[in-house]
């Protein structure tokens, strides 16, 4: 089991910065693909971004690439999610999510492959 914890949210003014951080606990992360999803108001939960367990790879989802950045440390069991330049569109809750047995340079970026999901955290912009 994995119980992930989402923090870092809140409310920020368009074109400011947070960084979102998942910690991971009951377990380490070693060894477990993550990712951030993220669901706006009356729309479907939608792929972020996402890092394989060893860091070496990740993917980053069009509407937010160039801005956002998803970076790990193991030994911390954390993941983290820098979003930079935000914009209206972005406020949505943002889930942290575990897929496990993942190879080593493997990315997930469909939410029903990941395993464990945290509660979320709200990230508002405001124009």
């Known amino acids: 089991q994995v119980q992930l914890t989402e923090s870092g949210g809140g409310l920020v003014q368009a074109g400011g910065s947070l960084r979102l951080s998942c910690a991971a606990s009951?377990?380490?992360?070693?060894?477990?693909?993550m990712g951030w999803f993220r669901q706006a108001p009356g729309k479907e939960r939608e792929f972020v971004a996402g890092i394989s367990w060893s860091g070496i790879s990740t993917s980053i989802a069009d509407s937010v690439k160039g801005r956002f950045t998803i970076s790990r440390d193991n030994s911390k069991d954390t993941v983290y999610l820098q979003m930079n330049s935000l914009k209206p569109e972005d406020t949505a809750v943002y889930y942290c999510?575990?897929?496990?047995?993942?190879?080593?340079?493997?990315?997930?970026?469909?939410?029903?492959?990941?395993?464990?999901w945290g509660r979320g955290t709200q990230v508002t912009v405001s124009s």
């Open positions: 999510a575990a897929s496990v047995g993942r190879s080593w340079a493997a990315v997930v970026n469909t939410a029903t492959q990941y395993d464990y």
């Open positions: 009951g377990r380490t992360i070693s060894g477990v693909a």
